[in-house]
Protein backbone atom coordinates (compact mmCIF):
# COMPACT_ATOMS: atom_id res chain seq x y z
CA UNK A 1 0.00 0.00 0.00
CA UNK A 2 1.27 3.67 -1.17
CA UNK A 3 -0.02 6.63 0.62
CA UNK A 4 0.53 9.81 -0.76
CA UNK A 5 0.01 13.63 0.64
CA UNK A 6 0.33 16.60 -1.68
CA UNK A 7 0.95 19.66 -1.01
CA UNK A 8 1.75 23.46 -1.89
CA UNK A 9 -1.00 24.50 -3.66
CA UNK A 10 -2.51 28.04 -2.98
CA UNK A 11 -3.96 31.24 -5.10
CA UNK A 12 -0.60 32.94 -7.22
CA UNK A 13 -1.39 35.32 -10.34
CA UNK A 14 -1.08 34.54 -13.80
CA UNK A 15 3.11 34.41 -14.60
CA UNK A 16 3.75 33.42 -11.34
CA UNK A 17 5.07 29.86 -9.77
CA UNK A 18 4.24 26.91 -7.56
CA UNK A 19 6.02 24.15 -6.28
CA UNK A 20 4.03 21.44 -5.19
CA UNK A 21 4.90 18.74 -3.42
CA UNK A 22 3.98 14.73 -2.90
CA UNK A 23 5.26 12.86 0.26
CA UNK A 24 5.08 9.34 -0.30
CA UNK A 25 5.05 6.35 2.92
CA UNK A 26 5.71 3.16 2.65
CA UNK A 27 8.84 1.23 1.64
CA UNK A 28 7.84 1.01 -2.74
CA UNK A 29 8.74 4.70 -3.20
CA UNK A 30 11.94 3.35 -5.01
CA UNK A 31 10.18 1.16 -6.88
CA UNK A 32 7.01 3.65 -7.60
CA UNK A 33 6.84 5.44 -10.92
CA UNK A 34 5.05 8.82 -9.80
CA UNK A 35 2.76 11.16 -11.73
CA UNK A 36 0.54 13.91 -11.47
CA UNK A 37 -2.86 14.46 -12.75
CA UNK A 38 -5.47 17.45 -12.28
CA UNK A 39 -9.16 17.93 -12.65
CA UNK A 40 -10.78 21.26 -13.16
CA UNK A 41 -14.88 21.59 -12.26
CA UNK A 42 -16.96 19.45 -14.87
CA UNK A 43 -13.46 17.99 -16.49
CA UNK A 44 -12.04 14.76 -16.57
CA UNK A 45 -9.19 14.41 -14.63
CA UNK A 46 -6.21 14.59 -16.73
CA UNK A 47 -2.58 13.77 -16.90
CA UNK A 48 0.19 16.06 -16.27
CA UNK A 49 3.18 14.63 -15.62
CA UNK A 50 5.18 11.79 -15.21
CA UNK A 51 8.32 10.14 -13.54
CA UNK A 52 9.95 6.51 -13.84
CA UNK A 53 10.92 5.06 -10.80
CA UNK A 54 14.45 5.96 -11.64
CA UNK A 55 13.99 9.26 -12.81
CA UNK A 56 15.16 9.07 -16.14
CA UNK A 57 12.37 9.22 -17.98
CA UNK A 58 9.73 11.84 -17.84
CA UNK A 59 6.55 12.84 -19.53
CA UNK A 60 4.52 16.06 -19.96
CA UNK A 61 1.09 16.74 -21.54
CA UNK A 62 1.55 18.61 -24.13
CA UNK A 63 -0.11 22.26 -22.55
CA UNK A 64 2.36 22.19 -19.44
CA UNK A 65 5.61 21.35 -21.83
CA UNK A 66 8.38 23.85 -20.93
CA UNK A 67 6.38 25.29 -18.20
CA UNK A 68 6.33 22.62 -15.67
CA UNK A 69 9.03 20.36 -14.25
CA UNK A 70 8.37 16.79 -12.02
CA UNK A 71 11.35 15.40 -10.56
CA UNK A 72 11.98 13.11 -7.30
CA UNK A 73 13.84 12.53 -4.20
CA UNK A 74 14.12 8.98 -3.22
CA UNK A 75 15.95 10.18 0.47
CA UNK A 76 12.78 12.03 0.93
CA UNK A 77 10.27 9.77 -0.60
CA UNK A 78 8.77 13.03 -2.29
CA UNK A 79 7.92 14.08 -5.71
CA UNK A 80 7.74 17.29 -7.22
CA UNK A 81 6.08 19.29 -9.42
CA UNK A 82 7.70 22.79 -10.29
CA UNK A 83 5.09 24.96 -12.05
CA UNK A 84 5.98 28.23 -13.76
CA UNK A 85 4.41 30.88 -16.05
CA UNK A 86 1.26 29.72 -14.80
CA UNK A 87 -2.21 30.52 -16.23
CA UNK A 88 -5.78 30.60 -15.79
CA UNK A 89 -6.46 27.52 -17.33
CA UNK A 90 -3.95 25.65 -15.42
CA UNK A 91 -6.33 26.31 -11.86
CA UNK A 92 -7.26 22.53 -10.97
CA UNK A 93 -6.67 20.59 -8.51
CA UNK A 94 -4.11 18.62 -9.00
CA UNK A 95 -3.53 14.76 -7.57
CA UNK A 96 0.09 12.75 -7.11
CA UNK A 97 -0.38 9.46 -8.24
CA UNK A 98 1.95 6.70 -7.70
CA UNK A 99 1.91 2.64 -9.53
CA UNK A 100 4.37 -0.06 -9.15
CA UNK A 101 4.80 -1.19 -12.63
CA UNK A 102 7.77 -2.59 -14.99
CA UNK A 103 9.26 0.65 -17.38
CA UNK A 104 7.03 -1.08 -19.78
CA UNK A 105 3.99 -0.74 -18.29
CA UNK A 106 4.98 2.47 -17.08
CA UNK A 107 5.58 3.79 -20.93
CA UNK A 108 2.56 2.51 -22.68
CA UNK A 109 0.14 3.47 -19.45
CA UNK A 110 1.35 6.75 -18.25
CA UNK A 111 -1.56 8.86 -19.07
CA UNK A 112 -3.99 6.94 -18.67
CA UNK A 113 -5.60 7.45 -15.00
CA UNK A 114 -7.20 4.09 -14.83
CA UNK A 115 -3.29 2.65 -14.97
CA UNK A 116 -2.60 4.67 -11.60
CA UNK A 117 -3.77 2.74 -8.76
CA UNK A 118 -2.63 4.93 -5.41
CA UNK A 119 -3.66 8.80 -5.48
CA UNK A 120 -3.39 11.27 -3.06
CA UNK A 121 -5.85 13.85 -2.04
CA UNK A 122 -5.39 16.42 -4.11
CA UNK A 123 -4.25 20.29 -3.56
CA UNK A 124 -5.92 23.16 -4.80
CA UNK A 125 -4.16 25.63 -7.65
CA UNK A 126 -6.16 28.30 -8.63
CA UNK A 127 -4.14 30.93 -11.12
CA UNK A 128 -6.26 34.28 -10.90
CA UNK A 129 -6.18 36.93 -14.45
Known amino acids: QVQLVESGGGLVQAGGSLRLSCAAS????????MGWFRQSPGEEREFVAA????????YYADSVKGRFTISRDSAKSTVYLQMKSLKPEDTAVYYC??????????????????????WGQGTQVTVSS
Open 97 to 118: AAKLSTYYEFITGYGLKEEWPY
Open 26 to 33: GRTFSSSA
Open 51 to 58: ISRSGATL
